[in-house]
């Protein structure tokens, strides 16, 4: 039987337990009341964004590290063999005013290869806001419903379920919901050279109104 992913609770016991902290040590460390940290390390609790990266912060660590297992061998291997297992109940939910992103295979560190399937909501390009940009490539395949997509060097396209779009992600974008639809699901295939590019796409969506 594969094991399980690890859960942030899993992740956070795992990390205090390295330090060699009981919980009202990481308490303080953190400045989260113990209550809390003890129901999240049992995963009855979880948190959000602007929680998850204070957290990182008195931790001296990057947003992505909180979700990744700790690299015993960092030595680099000809085959790394990973494999992970996605699944929607052991996803990261990132919620943002258009969307809400679940992030997949979170437990791998280092992914230059970054799969989120995405909730949309927006149905205006007002209501979206400005087109977002970040670093690498992406490919976007409507798992349901059906969007529009706008770019800034190209004229809008209508995807239906079981269409996709593979674009420069440098070049400015938005999924909106095409008319008469009400909510879109997207699987989204991110890409870069960048190894924190997690860290990215997670700080571009607190600009975006990520709650």
């Not at 970054?114 to 940009?133: N, W």
Request: glycine fraction near 6%; proline fraction near 4%.
């Amino acid at each position: 039987m594969s094991p399980k992913s690890p859960t942030l609770g899993t992740l956070l016991r795992g990390l205090r337990t390295r330090q060699g902290w009981t919980l009202k040590e990481m308490s303080e460390h953190t400045e989260i009341p113990l209550s809390t940290l003890s129901k999240i390390e049992h995963d009855r609790l979880t948190l959000t964004y602007d929680k998850l990266q204070h957290l990182a912060q008195r931790l001296n660590l990057r947003m992505s590290e909180l979700f990744s297992e700790p690299d015993l061998d960092s030595a680099p291997k000809p085959v790394t063999a990973r494999r992970s297992l996605g699944s929607l109940d052991k996803a990261l939910r990132v919620q943002t005013d258009n969307y809400d992103y679940y992030y997949l295979c979170t437990e791998l560190r280092r992914k230059r290869m970054i799969p989120i399937l995405t909730k949309v909501r927006a149905k205006t390009t007002a209501e979206f806001g400005e087109l977002v940009r970040h670093p690498g490539e992406e490919y976007v395949h409507v798992m349901e419903g059906r969007i529009q997509v706008h770019t800034e060097f190209y004229d809008p396209v209508v995807l239906e379920t079981g269409q996709g779009i593979y674009i420069d992600s440098q070049m400015g974008h938005a999924y909106i919901v095409d008319t008469g639809c009400e909510e879109a699901v997207l699987l989204a295939v991110c890409a870069s050279a960048d190894e924190d590019l997690m860290e990215s796409l997670i700080t571009l969506h607190e600009q975006e109104g990520g709650v």
